[in-house]
């Protein structure tokens, strides 16, 4: 180590020049030009983990990207100070796809390894100051002051001091000077211990002792011993048996031993008294926190329908043509067998696969159904995991434990180095799309990119495509397979308009059910069958108001409505948490008649309690699955029956294959329909399409009930005869007219600050500034957010509408990168955040 503080400080002697660009968890355009020191010289590679020191004080852990003997121009080039790893972490085909998502979405290839990269695999250091071992007081022409004598002193006794103490004393600058003068150096000391921030799980477990475990004559001895003590002798028993007598011993965060017997009635003593009598030890191994999964069976003997058959064999021939295939198949139309055939054959040629589920479908049957045919081969990549559970995947893929990976968005950065296929399930989900912070990237886009990278093939599936892939198919880009029937004799569910207008009339609306609703839920429970009731809006009622004069709660720190929750008897905001106390009182006129409005799953749950006394009824959303087996503990209760009714939000439209459903009710659809965005439509198709796949999977016909105040919207018609290609063709045709994707691209461009008039005023000059860019484009705004506040941060966005075909989308974005360096340093983007959105949802 000292070699290397050694070249930290005379860096001067550098005939056999060789320099890394070195890719840091910054947000700043670009990698670094660090030097590499003769003696890291044979153990850097790209990809490999540094230690590298960034700007004066901070030490960061960056990713070699590139070695070159270049020089900086502009500035002397930094050692590195130390390496991390004895083989690369991130390959080279993942820091092109950094590159490429840095570029595309318009952010910084650092942001993007903070978002690949686990924090587990990020090191975290401090800054430490040491006394210089060349420094002699006698000789020093440094005059030291008082300040820098205390420093001294503290130095003599204590060998290192952190450099935020010596900040609190000095200053900056003086440490600098005084650093300069070489009577003290800055050392980073820490990362040693720090090294590994994962920390394998390490579990004890006893064995037998020598003779025991080999000598038959010993071990009978043994029990001879022991007849007296038939507690000892029943706990080496077991353990003869095989049953895992002592499990459990795992490290707790303390280092202490947690012991526990899975056999609860065996004596813990006892034990003891025989480790202790040396019949057993106890050792330690290293476990996987992943969940075992059942060894991977043969493939079970499934036979393929006609149909299925069918679409694989036309799968494989559009891959000989085409990289991406849009595999449309209607739902329950088997499209899971046609996955794991391929996934089967992918892995035979010893590719690896990727298989991307969004959020919240990878609890659902689909990964028990994939984990039964390749068990141990596959890791699973769960957003709930912790950091240590994603370090474990991470390494399993790299040294090929797993190659295969069912995972959601945030897989697409794990270290694959042979993809061959990547398999992007309902492709159409929102979820795919990260909102915050950047890269803001879309899973399903840059899957393909990925995809692209290795040359590998993706195949695209959906009951209700995207637009986009829709369009890319219809355009030839992509292949296309429609699968039109659903597996066996299931049939598709019919659909039935109820319209709520026409109840509230005749007084038939009963707690916002309407007669038809009512009438078809009652029917199913009669018959022991199941429903499942949607409604996206969590809470009770998304606002409370005064009933006298319409006054509404709204949250102190975003322009929304408070939501109403009757759990807790709560006002919660959903974008920024807060929280009150329902008012008795009104704010605005003093009246006492607070009154909840809207439906929210909770108040749904409790109508349908006070309907249908006897029916067991469960909700499902946000708030009853923060747990991490939350979610999959409703879809067990439910799909072994023991609930008759499932309220939830969009959660119940993912993937769930029960056969008992027959009726779905849609308790607003005129809430999907009527939310301002381009996507509504479409979003309302999916949305609708997608919960009512849930009804009538196996023999019986399902039902579908959608609730509406305005039942002659044509989209009813559309969703009802299932016909997407007719709705595709009308929806596209607005598309068109009014420029919206996929006939151009939109980038968002949002200023957010704590002060309402700099938010405005600066996206005022960077909308003029964008605007001056000379490219074929349309800009709207700029204009409040739709929700113009968010955490006492006021909003306001432009969007850029560009010409898909042309140079536009490049040139565009070049010049958007120049002028976000230019005005960061202007007076009135001080305490602006800038948000670039591209491709917003
Ligand atoms: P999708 O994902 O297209 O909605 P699934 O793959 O879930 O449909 O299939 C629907 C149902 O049909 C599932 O219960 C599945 O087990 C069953 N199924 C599909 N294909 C077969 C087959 N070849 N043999 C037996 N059962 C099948
Ligand atoms: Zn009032
Ligand atoms: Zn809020």
């Given at each position: ?20 660009d070195?890719i840091l968890p910054v947000p700043i355009p670009k990698m ?15 990809g ?15 990713i070699?990207g590139k ?23 991130v390959n080279p085909l993942q820091i092109r796809f950094w590159s490429w998502m840095a570029y595309y979405y318009c952010c910084h290839i650092g942001e993007v390894m903070n978002a690949a990269l ?204 085409k990289d991406t295939?849009l ?27 990727l298989?991307l589920?969004p ?49 959601v968005r945030s897989s697409i950065f794990l270290p694959f180095?042979?993809l061959?296929?990547v398999?992007i399930?309902?492709e159409h989900e929102a979820s795919y799309k990260q909102y915050d912070p950047a890269p803001r990237f879309q899973a399903r886009d840059s899957g393909i990119m990925l995809a692209w990278l290795h040359q590998a093939k993706v195949?695209l ?5 995207s637009f986009e892939s829709?369009y890319n198919?219809?355009m030839?880009k992509y ?200 996507r ?59 420029f919206y994707p996929p006939f151009v691209k939109l980038i968002k461009i949002s ?15 960077l909308?003029?500034?964008l605007?001056?860019i000379?490219v074929k484009k349309i800009m ?17 966005e432009s969007l850029v509408k560009l010409d898909k075909a042309s140079t536009a989308l490049g040139k565009f974005k070049d010049e958007l990168a120049i002028i976000l360096n ?11 955040r800038i948000i670039v959105d591209v491709d917003p949802y």
């Amino acid at each position: 180590m000292d070699t290397l503080f050694g070249d930290l400080f005379q860096a001067t002697e550098q005939q056999e020049a060789n320099f890394a660009d070195i890719i840091l968890p910054v947000p700043i355009p670009k990698m670094f030009t660090y030097r590499i020191p003769n003696a890291l010289l044979e153990s850097i590679g790209i990809g490999y983990r540094v230690i590298v020191q960034f700007g004066k004080k901070k030490i960061l852990t960056g990713i070699v990207g590139k070695v070159h003997q270049k020089p900086p121009a502009a500035y002397e080039a930094k050692p590195i100070l130390d390496v991390l790893d004895s083989h690369a972490t991130v390959n080279p085909l993942q820091i092109r796809f950094w590159s490429w998502m840095a570029y595309y979405y318009c952010c910084h290839i650092g942001e993007v390894m903070n978002a690949a990269l686990p924090s587990g695999l990020k090191l975290s250091s401090e800054s430490k100051i040491q006394l210089n071992p060349n420094f002699d007081p006698e000789l020093s022409e440094y005059p030291l002051d008082d300040r820098e004598l205390i420093i001294l002193k503290a130095l003599e006794s204590q060998e290192e001091l952190s450099y935020e103490d010596c900040e609190v004393l000095l200053g900056v600058k003086s440490i600098h000077q005084i650093i300069k003068s070489l009577v003290i150096k800055e050392a980073i000391l820490v990362f040693e211990q720090v090294k590994e921030k994962y920390t394998p799980k390490v579990e004890a477990r006893i064995r037998l002792t020598q003779p025991f475990a080999t000598d038959k004559a010993a071990l009978e001895q043994l029990f001879v011993d022991l007849s007296s003590k038939p507690k000892q002798e029943e706990v080496v028993l077991k353990y003869l048996q095989e049953i895992p007598v002592y499990k459990d011993l795992s490290l707790n965060s303390k280092g202490l031993e947690k012991k526990v017997f899975t056999e609860a009635n065996l004596s813990m003593s006892s034990l003891k008294t025989l480790i202790k009598n040396g019949v057993f030890e106890e050792f330690k191994i290293i476990v996987s926190r992943l969940e075992e999964l059942e060894d991977g069976k043969e493939m079970p003997s499934i036979e393929l329908s006609a149909e299925q058959t069918m679409a694989i064999n036309s799968i494989k021939e559009q891959f000989e043509e085409k990289d991406t295939v849009l595999l449309h198949g209607i739902t329950g139309s088997g499209k899971t067998e046609i996955y794991i055939q391929l996934i089967q054959e992918a892995l035979d040629g010893g590719s690896q696969v990727l298989f991307l589920l969004p959020e919240i479908a990878l609890t659902t049957h689909i990964v028990g159904r994939l984990s039964k045919v390749f068990g141990n081969k596959m890791g699973v990549f769960h957003s709930k995991y912790s950091d240590n559970e994603r370090v474990e995947v991470w390494n399993g893929v790299l040294s090929g434990r797993f190659p295969l990976v069912v995972g959601v968005r945030s897989s697409i950065f794990l270290p694959f180095d042979s993809l061959g296929l990547v398999i992007i399930d309902e492709e159409h989900e929102a979820s795919y799309k990260q909102y915050d912070p950047a890269p803001r990237f879309q899973a399903r886009d840059s899957g393909i990119m990925l995809a692209w990278l290795h040359q590998a093939k993706v195949l695209l599936g959906s009951a209700t495509p995207s637009f986009e892939s829709y369009y890319n198919a219809r355009m030839k880009k992509y292949g296309y397979v429609a699968l039109n029937h659903r597996y066996g004799d299931a049939q598709l569910p019919e659909f039935q308009l109820a319209d709520v207008l026409v109840d509230k009339k005749k007084n038939l609306l009963k707690l916002d059910f309407t007669r038809l609703l009512r009438e078809s839920i009652q029917e199913a429970l009669n018959k022991q069958e199941q429903v499942l009731i949607f409604q996206n809006r969590r809470g009770y009622a998304p606002y409370v108001s005064c009933d006298d004069c319409g006054w509404t709660p709204m949250c102190e720190h975003c322009d929304v409505n408070l939501t109403y929750h009757q759990f807790g008897d709560e006002l919660k905001c959903h974008y920024c948490g807060f929280k009150e106390k329902v008012p008795t009182t009104c704010d605005a006129c003093g009246s006492n008649k607070i009154i909840a409005v809207g439906l929210g799953t909770e108040r749904i749950e409790e109508s349908l309690g006070l309907l249908f006394p006897e029916a067991r009824v469960v909700r499902m959303d946000l708030d009853t699955t923060r747990s991490k087996y939350g979610y999959q503990r409703i879809l067990e209760e439910f799909g072994g029956g023991n609930v008759d009714i499932l309220v939830g939000t969009q959660m119940i439209t993912k993937g769930l294959d029960f056969d008992r459903v027959t009726v779905v009710g849609i308790m607003d659809a005129d809430r999907i329909l009527n939310f301002p965005d381009f996507r509504s439509g479409e979003r309302a198709f999916q949305q609708i399409t997608q919960v009512a796949g849930r009804a009538g999977r196996r023999n019986q016909i399902g039902k579908v009930i959608v609730q509406s105040r305005r039942t002659d919207a044509p989209i009813f018609q559309w969703i009802a005869s299932g016909d997407y290609g007719q709705f595709y063709l009308q929806e596209m045709a607005e598309r068109q007219k009014y420029f919206y994707p996929p006939f151009v691209k939109l980038i968002k461009i949002s200023t957010r600050h704590k002060d309402y008039k700099a938010a405005e005023r600066a996206a005022r000059i960077l909308h003029n500034l964008l605007n001056d860019i000379q490219v074929k484009k349309i800009m709207l705004g700029p204009e409040k957010g739709l929700v113009g506040k968010i955490k006492n941060q006021y909003i306001f966005e432009s969007l850029v509408k560009l010409d898909k075909a042309s140079t536009a989308l490049g040139k565009f974005k070049d010049e958007l990168a120049i002028i976000l360096n230019e005005v960061q340093s202007q007076k009135d983007f001080k305490g602006v955040r800038i948000i670039v959105d591209v491709d917003p949802y």
